[in-house]
């Protein structure tokens, strides 16, 4: 569904805020969700200002029910993924409850990006349901249902593991196929030992805390020392509670990489659609091919077949019945049956040709507009990847200097014991 | 030795020329009153290895010493004492250097155990040669370490690395054990010799100089181990009895001890966490790095800049070894090395409340005349004396330990921290130029956009 006028271009989204909420489910059970504020507005050219047009309250449920349309509806585009349900790669002073206000605000960020992205999607951003979803307050679920997206939904490409035996898939696809699984790995392992590093760090520090409390105790009992070590001491504790600031900075860099981590699905689902598609093609043209062959069997059966039969009339005259013979061919097939039978095949044939031109065709259309999306892909992927990596070298200079600064001050408090 | 003690100043003091009777040491221990001198502080110190000879000449100068402050004699500003604690910073002063090297495993039927070499060399006269290499093991520095607290009770001997590592390795003959052993070994002689009184004694003399059978038998001598056993007895027996009455001002050293002793013995162990710490957030930057490296090989665009990262990672693993390896050198054997002060203080307190504790049980007898009065009055007369001494030599040496102890630990926090500062400054230098490159590259590749 798309509507050619509209476009979202000069619009403002922003996920806002984000609300525990209870309510009941579809089973009348109690449950606890989040919702969140989303807030449209417009930009008006002259000034610059925005306007807000509109504001709803939309739970993580519908936020999935938009992803998985269009999926359906845009097989050809890689879909921006949703930001995690549940926190991974934690390091263990992070928390991983769901609830944990932090991973909310983390969500609510996540999800705003993926409100951005589709709207800076030069297809997506035209879609009439994304538009519904920031503006219809209600039924907006009722609407999404109508468009009967579900049962066009093909559950084979839900099945993960189903390998599907495809001759001659485009090798674009294959190596595409390949690097998001390589994309896949080598970031979570990256997140991983990256939540590692982050857990020693923040040990490495918080140690340092303990400095603080016993010199301020001992320099309760020195004279020329105490001031220097009572001041070293507060200059400890603040090298101790900088690190806290400084790995949740870091945390959004992990965001950043996993929203990549999860792109590689996103690609993955293109490349299977495409597997797909090449599957049923082939799959077409050879049951067409199975149906030609059989119509030419039937068909060029008869003249064999009254070569030979002349061969067991002359010498089989004694017993010599055409009928008796067919039937021992054909079964109890007429040549009236028979040839009623070739129609039917030379018009499934007729039908099948059509058929499998338009698969070609529309095979043809998916390579080419799937791999414009997935050059636009790579674009954004590149770019936006190179700017986390530079954020993160930014990260470190930041930490770099607040230690710098620290650690000076601490010298000289000590110098002056 | 727990002999008589004559409230005579230390031989070491050494007026020249007309030090009659023992040896004055080598001809640069300066006068008295002179102000840059080390030998200031052996004034306070009272030697009780005395030789009676040098009473006369020295009894009535010593008459003049204030043993509770410093004499106006001599110069006593908090800054030319502090000048004057630094010996090591004095090499013009030093007349006695020593090293501890070349750890050696030596195997026998019986055992296996470990002797390092000790190079002396030295300018004074009453060494027989300039330069001496000996080999001791382990239990020779023990019986050194003894000797010294049985000639001087009171006095701070310095600490010897402990026999064994309780946690953590088992193995007595580990590489870095070795090593932290050995320096903690030098730093001991050296301690000792410039301390202003244990520099001269004779059974760090002859540790530093004897030949092997010459060091043997010299060591079987000297009160018996069951002369030995029976003062620590007596040593236990008046210990339960406790101190009646300490003065003040060992009362507030005592206090100063637990508190120090207790505070140290944190900081040993917060400094051995970080280190554990920061060893163990190396290992995982180790991995961090080639993780960029392998996501590279996947990449076009992305490569350059993925390898630049991992080598930027690199270089802060190098800083962080660095930062370990400063620390393991400054901060943490110094930490240590004042944990087992803190224990040998406590030693010291002990040692002088013991001789208290002899003094007072006489008094006790003799007011409740248990015992020959007159027998009594002199024994208490002596053990007074000896009280006195033990206490003088005890507050001197507890002067120059503080100033030693700010001193290093100053220098050792002063060192962790400029560690630290140098850390960060490399990696801040890393990231830093990652990131001109990132930049620069991306005007380029924006002017190459234009055209």
Not at chain 1, 96 to 111: H, K, T, Y
Not at chain 1, 141 to 167: H, P
Request: charged share 30%; net charge negative; with cysteine.
């Amino acid at each position: 569904m798309t509507e050619s006028n509209f476009s979202l271009k000069k619009i403002e989204i922003s996920v806002s805020e984000a609300e525990k909420r209870t309510g009941r489910n579809a089973m009348n059970m109690q449950e606890t969700y989040t919702a969140y504020l989303i807030e449209t507005r417009s930009v008006e050219h002259s000034d610059g200002q925005s306007v807000l047009t509109d504001s709803l309250w939309r739970r993580c449920s519908a936020f999935e029910w938009l992803r998985n349309y269009l999926l359906v509806y845009y097989p050809h585009v890689v879909v921006p993924p949703l930001p995690e349900k549940r926190a991974e790669f934690v390091w263990h002073k992070l928390s991983a409850d769901n609830m944990d206000p932090d991973f909310v605000e983390r969500r609510r960020i996540g999800l705003e990006n993926f409100l951005l992205r589709l709207a800076s999607h030069p297809i997506l951003c035209r879609d009439k349901i994304f538009y519904l979803f920031l503006t219809q307050e209600g039924n907006w679920k009722e609407t999404v249902n109508e468009t009967g997206f579900q049962l066009k939904a093909d559950s084979r490409l839900k099945a993960l593991n189903a390998t599907f035996r495809v001759k001659n898939p485009d090798k674009r696809f294959i190596e595409l196929k390949h690097y998001s699984d390589e994309l896949q790995s080598v970031i979570s392992h990256l997140l991983r030992v990256r939540a590692r590093v982050a857990d020693r760090l923040y040990g490495v520090y918080k140690v340092h805390g303990n400095y603080g409390r016993v010199f301020s105790e001992w320099s309760a009992i020195e004279k020329e020392m105490g001031d220097g070590l009572q001041s070293a001491g507060h200059h400890m504790d603040v090298y101790a509670s900088s690190i806290d600031d400084i790995l949740e900075d870091e945390e959004h860099y992990a965001d950043q990489l996993k929203e990549y981590l999860f792109y590689a699905e996103a690609l993955r689902a293109v490349c299977r659609k495409h597997e797909l598609m090449q599957y049923d093609l082939e799959m077409a043209a050879q049951d067409l091919a199975s149906k030609k062959q059989q119509c030419e069997e039937l068909a060029t059966g008869g003249e064999l077949f009254s070569i030979w039969v002349c061969g067991i009339i002359i010498t089989n005259l004694k017993t010599f019945s055409l009928k008796g013979v067919t039937t021992q061919l054909f079964g109890q097939e007429t040549p009236e049956q028979r040839e009623a039978r070739i129609k039917m095949l030379e018009e499934q044939i007729k039908e099948g040709e059509q058929q499998l031109k338009s698969k070609n065709l529309e095979g043809r259309e998916f390579v080419k507009n799937a791999w414009a999306d997935i050059e636009r892909f790579k674009e954004q992927k590149n770019h936006d990847l190179k700017e986390a990596l530079i954020s993160y070298a930014v990260m470190q200079i930041s930490m770099c200097k607040k230690g710098i600064q620290v650690w000076t001050n601490a010298k000289e408090c000590f110098s002056k014991m | 030795m727990e002999g008589e003690c004559r409230a005579s100043p230390a031989r070491s003091w050494g007026l020249p020329a007309g030090g009659a009777g023992g040896d004055s040491p080598g001809g640069d221990v300066p006068l008295p009153g002179s102000i840059s001198s080390s030998a200031l502080l052996q004034t306070e110190v009272l030697d009780l290895d005395e030789d009676e000879d040098d009473l006369e000449v020295f009894s009535k100068d010593a008459s003049l010493m204030d043993m509770n402050s410093f004499s106006p004699l001599m110069p006593t500003s908090p800054l030319s004492m502090i000048n004057q604690v630094k010996f090591e910073d004095e090499p013009d002063l030093k007349d006695l250097f020593i090293t501890v090297d070349e750890p050696e495993s030596h195997v026998t039927t019986i055992e296996t155990f470990i002797t390092y070499r000790i190079i002396t060399k030295t300018s004074r006269g009453e060494f027989d040669s300039s330069e001496f290499e000996v080999r001791r093991r382990y239990q020779d520095f023990l019986w050194l370490k003894e000797k010294l607290e049985e000639a001087h009770p009171t006095l701070i001997i310095p600490p010897l690395p402990e026999k064994f590592i309780v946690k953590g390795m088992v193995e007595r003959f580990n590489d870095d054990f070795i090593e932290t052993r050995r320096k903690a070994l030098h730093k001991f002689l050296n301690r000792i010799a410039d301390h202003p009184t244990l520099t001269f004694n004779e059974d760090f003399k002859i540790f530093l100089t004897a030949e092997a059978w010459e060091f043997s038998s010299h060591k079987k001598q000297g009160p018996g181990l069951l002369s030995r056993m029976g003062q620590s007895v007596r040593a236990v027996a008046l210990s339960m009895k406790g101190v009646k009455s300490r003065p003040e001002e060992f009362m507030e050293m005592n206090n100063f001890i637990e508190i120090f002793s207790h505070k140290i013995n944190l900081i040993d162990k917060i400094s051995q966490r970080i280190y554990k710490e920061e060893r163990e957030y190396l290992d995982e930057m180790k991995e961090y790095g080639p993780i960029h490296i392998l996501w590279s090989a996947s990449e076009e665009d992305l490569a350059d800049t993925l390898k630049s990262v991992a080598s930027c990672i690199d270089e802060c693993c190098k800083a962080t070894e660095k930062r370990m390896s400063g620390l393991s050198e400054a901060l943490l054997p110094v930490v240590h090395e004042y944990v087992l002060y803190s224990e040998m203080l406590m030693a010291v307190m002990k040692r002088r409340d013991q001789i208290q504790t002899e003094l007072d049980s006489k008094v006790e007898a003799l007011t409740s005349k248990k015992a020959d009065t007159d027998l009594l009055t002199e024994e208490i007369g002596k053990l007074e004396d000896k009280v006195e001494c033990a206490n003088n030599a005890l507050k001197a040496d507890w002067d120059r330990w503080r100033q030693n102890m700010q001193n290093d630990i100053k220098s050792a926090f002063t060192n962790m921290a400029e560690e630290n500062i140098l850390y960060y400054e490399q990696c801040l230098a890393t990231w830093e130029s990652f990131l001109t490159s990132q930049t620069d590259l991306h005007l380029e590749e924006a002017s190459e956009d234009k055209l």
